[in-house]
C-alpha cells in the first residue's frame, strides 16, 4: 500500500493546532484558580485564541437572510459563553465543548430572527432536524439523501420533510427588482398596483405625532433617522457607536412603546 506524506500546510495546522490545545488548556486550568479580573483576562485569551473558530461556525449560515456581521457576532458571544462555564477538571477539550455550543447559539439566533416569513414552531423544529441529518447522512453515504430516506432516518412522514424543506424559502425574500428568468425587462415591482396612500399617512402622522413626542430625545432621533432619514440600522449604529443588532433592539423597544400609547384604553 502506497503511503502519502502529509503535505507541509496540513503539519503546520497540525503543530498549530496542538500548540493552541495546550496554552487553552493552562490558561483554563489559571482561571479555574482565579478570581475577578485575572479571571476575566486569562478566558479573555482562551476566546482570542478561538475567534478563528466561531468566525468559521458563523460563515456556515452566511446568505440566509441574516446579515454576516450580526451572525459572527452571536458566534462570538456562544465562544465567550462557551469559556466562562467550560470546567477544565472535567477532562474534556476544550474545542470539543465550544464548537457545540457556539453552533447552539447561532442556530437558536438564526431560528428565533432568520425567517423572512416565520412557519409554525413545529415545522422550524422539523426544518432544524432535516439539515442535521442531511449532514449526518451525505458524510457517512456520500450523496444527499431523498426525501424518503429523511423520514424514514428521522422517523417521521414523507409530507413532514417536504414541508420542512420548503419551509427554507422562508428565509429569504424575493427582491422587488426580480425581472424573472425569460428575459422579461419589467420589475416585479411594476405589476404591483399602488394605493393612494395620502389620506392613511395623514391619519398616521396625526396619531404618531403626540406619541414621538413622549419619546426621550434620543428615541426620537432614533426615529427620525430611521424613518424620515431613511438611514440603515447599521448607519444609525456607526453614528451612536453601536452595533447594527443593538440598533434593532432599540427599534423594537422604541416601536413597542409607541404601540402601547396608541392602543385604546382598555384594550388587552
Known amino acids: 500500500m502506497q503511503s502519502h506524506a502529509a ?19 493552562d490558561l483554563l486550568i489559571q482561571a479555574a484558580a482565579a478570581r475577578g479580573d485575572e479571571r476575566r483576562k486569562l478566558l479573555d485569551e482562551v476566546v482570542i485564541l478561538h475567534l478563528n473558530v466561531a468566525a468559521a461556525i458563523a460563515r456556515r449560515y452566511d446568505r440566509r437572510g441574516i446579515e454576516h456581521e ?16 467550560f470546567d477544565p477538571g472535567r477532562g474534556k477539550d476544550f474545542i470539543s465543548f465550544a ?12 431560528r428565533d430572527h432568520g425567517w423572512a416569513v416565520r412557519p409554525p414552531r413545529r415545522v422550524q423544529e422539523m426544518a432544524a432536524a432535516v439539515s442535521a441529518a442531511t449532514q449526518e447522512m451525505s458524510q457517512v453515504n456520500g450523496v444527499a439523501p431523498g426525501a424518503a430516506e429523511l423520514a ?42 399602488k394605493d393612494d396612500d395620502g389620506y392613511t399617512r ?8 403626540p406619541a414621538c413626542r413622549m419619546l426621550k430625545p434620543r428615541d426620537r432621533h432614533i426615529v427620525y433617522l430611521r424613518f424620515f432619514k431613511g438611514l440603515t440600522q447599521q448607519e444609525i449604529g456607526a453614528e451612536f457607536g453601536v452595533t447594527q443588532m443593538q440598533v434593532s433592539r432599540l ?11 396608541l392602543r385604546p384604553q382598555g384594550a388587552g
Open 99 to 110: 464548537v457545540p455550543t457556539i453552533r447552539g447559539e447561532v442556530k437558536k439566533y438564526f
Open 152 to 193: 424514514d432516518h428521522l422517523g417521521v412522514g414523507v409530507d413532514d420533510v417536504v414541508e420542512a424543506s420548503a419551509s427554507r424559502e422562508c428565509f429569504k425574500t424575493a427582491s422587488l427588482d426580480y425581472r424573472g428568468d425569460d428575459g422579461d425587462e419589467s420589475a416585479f415591482a411594476d405589476t404591483l398596483g
Open 251 to 261: 427599534l423594537a423597544r422604541i416601536l413597542g412603546s409607541l404601540r402601547n400609547q
Open 202 to 209: 395623514v391619519d398616521a402622522v396625526a396619531m404618531l405625532a
Open 7 to 25: 503535505s507541509p500546510d496540513r503539519i503546520q495546522r497540525d503543530h498549530q493546532n496542538r500548540t493552541r490545545a495546550r496554552l487553552t488548556k
Open 70 to 85: 450580526d451572525l459572527l457576532q452571536v458566534a462570538n458571544l456562544g465562544l465567550v459563553g462557551a469559556a466562562r462555564r
